[in-house]
C-alpha cells in the first residue's frame, strides 16, 4: 500500500511538473538545456537579454522543404540573425523516426542547404519539443529579451507545402520580430502551426 502512495505522489508531482511547463504568451519561456549540432552544451539562459528564435525542423518534411528549398527560411534567418536575434533550429526526431539525425548529419545538412541558424539543437527524447508543446515541423516560438514567449505558431499564415504559396502569406514570424525589436507587442501572438507532426 505504502509503494502504490508513493508511486501515487510520484505521478502527480511528474503530473505537476509538465503542467507548470505549458507555454504562455507573456510568461517566462520554458528553461531548457540540450546539446548542439558539434556537441556543446547549451541553454536558453545562454542568450538572455537576446531575441530568440526556436524552429522546429525535420528536412523530410515536404512543409520544411517548403520554406528551405525556396530560400524563405534562410532568408529568415539571415536577416534575423544580421539584427542580433538568436536562431536554434530544434531537431526533436526521435532515434529511428524520419528527420533524426546525428550532430555531424545536421551540420552537414546546414551547409547543404544553405541555413544559418546561430546554433542546432538535438533534442531526441523530445524533452524540449513536450515542454514548448511543439506539434509540427516547423513551429516556431519567439522569446523576448526579457525571457517571456512572445509568438508561438506557424511561420506564416498559408498552409500549404507549395512554396508558390510564399509570396501571398502572411508572414507571421518576419513580422513578430519587427514588433519585438520596436518595442511593441506582437498583433499575432499565436496562431495555428501547420506541417507535418513531430515525430517524437
Request: net charge positive; glycine share 10%; charged share 20%.
Amino acid at each position: 500500500m505504502r509503494l502504490m502512495q508513493t508511486l501515487l505522489l510520484a505521478a502527480g508531482v511528474a503530473t505537476a511538473g509538465l503542467a507548470h511547463a505549458v507555454p504562455k504568451i507573456g510568461e517566462p519561456a520554458p528553461a531548457f538545456t540540450t546539446t548542439d549540432s558539434d556537441g556543446k552544451t547549451v541553454k536558453l539562459s545562454d542568450f538572455k537579454g537576446k531575441t530568440v528564435v526556436l524552429e522546429w525542423t525535420n528536412d523530410g518534411c515536404p512543409f520544411v522543404q517548403k520554406h528551405y528549398s525556396s530560400g524563405n527560411m534562410q532568408s529568415l534567418q539571415k536577416d534575423a540573425t544580421a539584427k542580433g536575434v538568436v536562431w536554434l533550429s530544434v531537431i526533436s526526431s526521435a532515434p529511428g523516426k524520419q528527420g533524426h539525425v546525428t550532430g555531424a548529419a545536421a551540420n552537414a545538412l546546414s551547409k547543404e542547404r544553405g541555413a544559418v541558424p546561430t546554433d542546432v539543437l538535438l533534442d531526441p527524447t523530445g524533452v524540449i519539443g513536450r515542454s514548448y508543446e511543439a506539434k509540427t515541423t516547423p513551429h516556431l516560438f519567439i522569446v523576448d529579451p526579457k525571457g517571456t514567449l512572445a509568438y508561438m505558431g506557424g511561420i506564416d499564415s498559408i498552409a500549404s507545402a507549395d512554396p508558390a504559396d510564399i509570396k501571398d502569406a502572411k508572414p507571421y514570424v518576419k513580422l513578430a520580430l519587427a514588433e519585438i525589436a520596436a518595442g511593441k507587442p506582437v498583433t499575432d501572438a499565436v496562431t495555428k502551426p501547420y506541417g507535418c507532426s513531430i515525430k517524437y
